[in-house]
């Protein structure tokens, strides 16, 4: 079920990839077409309008210059004058021709087909323009208010502006103004638009094509991926967790064999105690019996004290491997008293004196923690006796939320001024096995030794509560 998710899930990024692309080239390519188009077509526009006002400005200079001579000296027109400019437009020039008017520099109108406005001003910057020799064309969309007659037409016009000479001379007069039909141009416009679109869209379609393509195999790769991603990641996971499991299964192995290292160690120290100690104790009894030294003497025979000697010190030492074995009775102590009764138990045994600086700690610190405590300080102060001459033996606790930090040191010649031949202690349960004891609880272990300086154990356990 959680696969065919991810499969589901997978699908829907790809194609929203490629939807994207094509929408978002479909804009640009449409925007681009529609500029390219424009950007044409106003130049196109621009070219074809001057030329119609130069063809324009011909014509005002041919058909309406003649007429507009009597403007020098007078600011009107004759009716002689009046009725040939209104002939023009009744032949066949009238069917290009729509609509003539005649400006005064000042833009008094002198002339037009619609005779309502003559006389009227109408400043433009197109007449002032003309009024300059300046010659301009633009559709015109009569939305002047000396067009008003003339929007009844619905015709596209070109209006051309043109400048009118005193014949013989450059000095202007008048201002032409000429209204063509512009139904053609605007066509050729039109047609002019589409091609542009057209030629750019055959353009950029293939383009468009080729960059689909392009998108739609890179989704498609970033889908493989995907899928393989998710594939990596669902068996990450479930190796992450049978990782874990296998954690938990170590840590508890360690923790069982700490444990019953323990509990082999107490086994040994009871049969140590039950067995041969009794049986060298029963020896003893018999040595030091005043019955057998006299037997001993009726027979004739010298009574051997070395042999009592020998067994006494035998006895000894069983009994301080015995008690080294066996941890004390801890249950119902705080792990600061179960330190301290690790250094009063060394104190009473060896009659050593022995500095120690011990912090609060968790009153609920687990069982394994506490005894691995109890051993460091056992061995360290065991060590501390034997090798270290009992020069200034210490131990230092301190805890924060995370971590036990445990030293023992002296001040003693060093380990390396020991016998090699008896790198233990008689007692102890040695450095290796103190190692094996921290890093079975995750924590780090390091003893240094200088000679002349004396020996440091440092253990630093993380800090495991009763239930955890």
Known sequence: ???????????????????????????????????????????????????????????TEVFLGPSAQELATSRSLSPESVEKLDDLLAGKLGERVKMIKIWLPDATLVYSTNKEAVGERFPSHHIASAAEGKVTGEFDFLDAVENATERRLHL????????????????????????????????????IRLISIGIVGAVTAPMMLILFLMVRRTANLVTEYQSTLMRSVVEAKAL????????????????????????????????????PIQLVSLLVLKLTDPASKKRAYTCGGPYDTGTEALTARILDELRQISTGLVLPQLEGLTPNEILRLAVQNHEDATGSNVRHQIDELPADLAPPLTICLYRIVQEGLNNAFHHGKAVEQRVEVWADTEFVVITVSDGGPGLVESNPANPRSRTGLGIAGLRNRVEALKGTFEMISHCGIGTQIRAKLPVTRTGN
């Open 156 to 191: 596209p016009l070109v209006e051309i502006y043109a400048p009118l000479f005193r014949e013989g001379t450059t000095r202007i007069i008048a201002v032409g103004e000429v209204y063509t039909d512009g139904r053609r141009l605007a066509g050729d416009l039109a047609s």
């Open 1 to 59: 079920m959680t696969w065919s998710f991810v499969k589901t899930g997978l699908k829907t990024p790809s194609f929203g990839l490629t939807h994207q692309f094509v929408v978002a080239a479909a804009i640009t390519i449409a925007v681009s077409m529609g500029l390219l188009a424009f950007a044409i077509s106003e130049r196109i526009e621009a070219s074809m309008m001057q030329t119609a006002a130069e063809e324009g400005a011909l014509f």
């Open 240 to 275: 992450a967790a049978q990782n874990y499991r296998l954690r938990r299964v170590a840590d508890d192995a360690r923790l069982e064999a700490a444990n019953s290292n323990e509990n082999l160690l107490a086994r040994i120290g009871q049969d140590l105690h039950d067995g």
